[in-house]
């Protein structure tokens, strides 16, 4: 994150949206100690999967600094992530916990931290920017995660295509344009799995089949003859 105003990146004083930046400076003033800024990406720009979340949360990431990290969702994510080979490490809920990312990166639709969790169109529209960015910044990437309907719509708004092409469904897997897959589930947090709309079997699932669909050789690179063919084509 930058101190000054990038065109791709928030400020930490960034000024896009006014609610959520009267809500940061009040938590800075009774949280001094806290992050309170703009939570930047976390993962390597190599990535192949992309997981976009809503926004920090309030005692998580606004905390923290980290996406996901300080509360029941990023213990379900970062758990799962670490099962299926898209982490390694400890994740022990702070940035200091060596916890690193493999193939996959994390943001969010909304950088700042929204009262109650509840960010507004206009707010979602304003990071889009940000989130436009952040594809465009990643060469390796080949599918996107969207962790609930708002985060779906908002990777749809980034790429420019209509939400009725592609509907939001927990499990769902969408081919966008340029080689893109687009896959949903429930958002991880403590409120959807108390209810039992999502399931750590069921959010497993939608993590072990994005690890086996990137395991395998895309669609391109299964007509690409490998160098054994290439040799034996080659007249002696």
């Not at 990535?47 to 976009?52: E, F, M, R, S």
């Not at 493999?102 to 509840?118: D, M």
């Not at 908002?154 to 897959?181: D, M, Q, S, T």
Request: with cysteine; proline share 9%.
């Amino acid at each position: 994150m930058s101190d000054a105003a990038e065109p791709d990146l928030p400020s930490r004083d960034c000024l896009l949206c006014p609610r959520l930046a009267a809500f940061r400076g009040t938590q800075r003033t009774k949280f001094p100690d806290w992050f309170n800024a703009p939570v930047p990406s976390f993962g390597p720009e190599a990535a192949a999967l992309l997981i976009v979340g809503l926004a920090p949360g309030l005692r998580g990431a606004n905390r923290t600094g980290r996406p996901f990290t300080g509360d029941y969702a990023g213990d379900l994510l970062y758990r799962s992530l670490l099962k299926f080979g898209f982490a390694a490490g400890d994740y022990a809920a702070h940035p200091q916990d060596g916890l690193r990312l493999q193939r996959a990166r994390i943001t969010n639709a909304v950088r700042c931290v929204p009262p109650q969790n509840r960010p507004e169109p206009a707010e979602i529209a304003a990071c889009g920017r940000f989130l436009v960015a952040e594809m465009g910044r990643l060469p390796q990437l080949k599918a996107i995660l969207a962790l609930g309907a708002i985060a779906h719509n908002a990777v749809l708004a980034a790429k420019g295509l209509r939400r009725a092409a592609y509907p939001f469904a927990h499990g769902a897997v969408h081919e966008l344009p340029k080689g893109i897959v687009l896959a949903d589930s429930y958002h991880c947090s403590r409120l959807n799995t108390n209810t039992g709309k999502l399931t750590p079997a069921m959010f497993e699932a939608v993590i072990a089949a994005l690890a086996e669909r990137l395991a395998a050789p895309s669609p391109a690179e299964r007509k690409r003859p490998d160098k054994l063919e290439q040799n034996l084509a080659e007249p002696a």
